[in-house]
Structure formats: structure tokens, C-alpha cells
């Protein structure tokens, strides 16, 4: 028997690595990697294959950057070659990414059913890229697999019912395999900020750096909020991000920031953890400031882990300076975080669990 993972951006490799060591351990099926290309950086990225011994791609598409039609077409073609060539029982894919979208589609095209891992996370507006690829992934697939009982209810909602499970997040069961490699002290030494002295910050998202409007009012916000606090803000630099802030002449605009390039995993947990709190518009971060204890400030008009918002632990927030800053300070105050809201850390061997059992039924 074997299975076809498809992975295609860095948080796909992050949580294929996990996904995939399970599957070998299992021995249940063989278990083959696809790179589509769409984005992978190294740097960011190494420490998984060294971790966990994840092997290099079987098979990689070399689609790089494009439009989204463009993207979406050239990984939907060189899939259908590969999934004719390796003839699998089933397609595993990762979250809301064009890649996921084209592995999915040329999957049910050839009859192939398809495992999605983190089904049913809904977000508006629904015109955004990533929710009409997760909303098609979901309608297209075989078994769905979500990351909590929000997502199970989501899928609901649109009839989906049938092969759905609730696995808890693949990425807690990272966050806790690799906590024992976190140094948060050394770590706060190291950028010259005193533990529960600072926050951390993370901006990438296109709607709030490709225009100045919003990217100025973020930048001010945060600078406020240090000097408000007395607490440095680390802005960890997406190169988007950086990229765009000196296209609009924005630098001024982030004065009493401290600004970093971009940091490794271990390294950027390990800053998290020995925070006060965090600000940041990254789907992942969100969640892993909540696995540290801390709470966040998303700067995103919704989010697709609106659990951490309705409990109060998470607060979303408009690019707005007063707002930011408003936001950034309410943070500060201690609260509980909720309990297993995503599992408790074997979401991988329940990810084994279900592909298993379409195997058995496929046999």
C-alpha cells in the first residue's frame, strides 16, 4: 500500500516531518514525499529533516513562484504525472496552499482519495486565496482531519460529514517534541531583552504590508506600544515586510523597534516563551504563542483559529495604531489559557490512525 504526500511550503514541511516519521514507524504503508516547489527556504526548514530524519523528496515538481492560476496549473499537471507513475491508495495534503489545492484536484480526477490535514478552518472574506483552496480541498476529499471541534462543525455547516475526525494540531505535537531544545533565557540574552520584559512581533501578511497605509499604521502602533510599556518590541523581519518598508519609506515609521531578520524555529519559540506577549498576523504563531502560555494580538480581521479569540485568550486587531496599541496593552493582563483546545500532542498518530483505516477499506 502507499501514500503520496504532497508538501509545497515551509509549514507544510514542518508538519509532514512529524506526519511522515509516524508513517514509517507505522511501517503500514510506504510512505512517498512530493515536493511541489512553491516554497521552501532552507534556513527555516533544516532543522525538521535533521530532527525527525526526514528524507528528501522523492519526487519534486519545481513549480517555484507565480500567479495563482498559473502556480495552481503547472502542480495540478506535474502531479497527475507523478500520481500515474506511483499509482497510490491514496493523496495526503497539508492546510490552504495552491499546491494543497492542485494535489487535491488532480487526485479526484484520477480517483484517488485525498487525507487533508487541518480540514474544516473557516476565515473570511471568503475571496481570500487560502479559504476558497481550503473550501474546495474539503469538498473534494475522502478524510478530513481537523484540528478541533470548531472545524468538525464548520465542515458540518456545508454538509460535510462523512470521513471527518477531529486530530487535534500536528503542530503542538511539534511544539512539544521540540520544547526540550527551547532556551528561552539564552535566548532573551542573546537580543539584549530581560524575560517577561518584551514582545514579540511577526508582519507578512499582504493586507497589511503591500500598502503604506496599513503597514505605517502597524509600525506606529507598535513603536507607541513599546514606549507606552517601557518594553522593547522585537519585529522579527519577513523580507516582504522589509522589503516594503523601504519601498514606502516606512523605517522611521518602526523607531524604537528593535528589528531582526528572520529567525529559525528553536530560536523564535524560545523568544516567544520568555515573552510577555505577542503581535502578529501568522496563522501558526497565534497558536504557538498560546502553547507558550502567552497571549497574542492578531492582526488580521479574522482569523481561522477564532477558538483562542471567542475564549478571550486571543484578541483580533485592525491595522490601526490606537488600536494596536490598545490591544497590545490589554494583552498584558494574565489570563488562563484554555485547556486542549488542539489535542494534547498525538495528533500524528491519529493522523496514522485514519489513514490506516482507508487503506483497509481501499484493500
Known amino acids: 500500500m502507499k501514500i503520496v504526500s504532497l508538501v509545497g511550503a515551509r509549514p507544510q514541511f514542518v508538519k509532514e516531518a512529524l506526519v511522515g516519521q509516524a508513517a514509517r514507524e507505522s511501517g503500514a504503508w510506504d510512505h512517498v514525499l512530493v515536493h511541489s516547489g ?10 525538521f529533516f535533521k530532527e525527525f530524519g526526514m528524507p528528501r523528496p522523492q519526487h519534486h515538481l519545481g513549480v517555484g513562484s507565480g500567479s495563482h492560476g498559473a502556480m495552481t496549473a503547472a ?41 487533508h490535514i487541518e480540514a474544516g478552518i473557516r476565515q473570511k472574506p471568503r475571496d481570500m486565496p487560502e479559504e476558497i483552496n481550503r473550501v474546495l480541498t474539503d469538498h473534494l476529499a475522502s478524510r478530513l482531519l481537523c484540528c478541533s471541534s470548531l472545524g468538525q462543525r464548520n465542515l458540518a455547516a456545508e454538509n460535510i460529514r462523512q470521513g471527518v475526525h477531529v486530530a487535534g494540531d500536528i503542530m503542538l505535537d511539534v511544539f512539544l517534541r521540540l520544547r526540550p531544545r527551547f532556551a528561552p533565557a539564552a535566548a532573551s540574552a542573546a537580543r539584549g531583552v530581560v524575560p517577561g520584559g518584551y514582545f514579540v512581533a511577526t508582519l507578512h501578511r499582504d493586507f497589511n504590508v503591500d500598502r503604506p497605509e496599513p503597514l505605517s499604521a502597524i509600525l506606529t502602533g507598535l513603536s507607541r506600544l513599546s ?45 516567544v516563551c520568555a515573552s510577555a506577549a505577542v503581535l502578529t498576523d501568522s496563522g501558526g504563531l497565534q497558536k504557538e504563542a498560546y502553547y507558550a502560555g502567552r497571549r497574542a494580538v492578531v492582526l488580521m480581521p479574522d482569523t481561522g483559529w477564532r477558538e483562542l479569540i471567542e475564549c478571550g485568550f486571543n484578541l483580533l486587531c485592525p491595522p490601526e495604531a490606537d488600536r494596536v496599541v490598545a490591544a497590545g496593552q490589554a494583552v498584558l493582563a494574565p489570563v488562563a489559557p484554555p485547556p486542549a483546545v488542539y489535542g494534547c500532542g498525538e495528533t500524528a498518530a491519529a493522523i496514522v490512525t485514519v489513514a490506516q483505516e482507508l487503506l483497509s477499506s481501499c484493500s
Do not use: W
Open 38 to 47: 512553491q516554497h521552501y527556504d532552507p534556513d527555516m526548514s533544516d532543522v
Open 75 to 115: 502542480v495540478l499537471a506535474a502531479m497527475e504525472e507523478v500520481l500515474l507513475a506511483e499509482r497510490p491508495q491514496a493523496l495526503m495534503v497539508y492546510g490552504d496552499t495552491n499546491t494543497t489545492l492542485a494535489g487535491a484536484l488532480a487526485a479526484a480526477k484520477l480517483c484517488i482519495p485525498i487525507i
Open 227 to 271: 514606549a507606552s510599556t517601557g518594553m522593547p518590541v522585537l519585529l522579527c523581519l519577513h523580507p516582504r515586510t522589509r522589503q516594503r518598508m523601504e519601498r514606502f519609506d516606512l523605517i522611521r515609521a518602526a523607531d524604537g523597534l528593535v528589528l531582526l531578520p528572520p529567525v529559525g524555529y528553536i530560536e523564535l519559540m524560545s523568544l
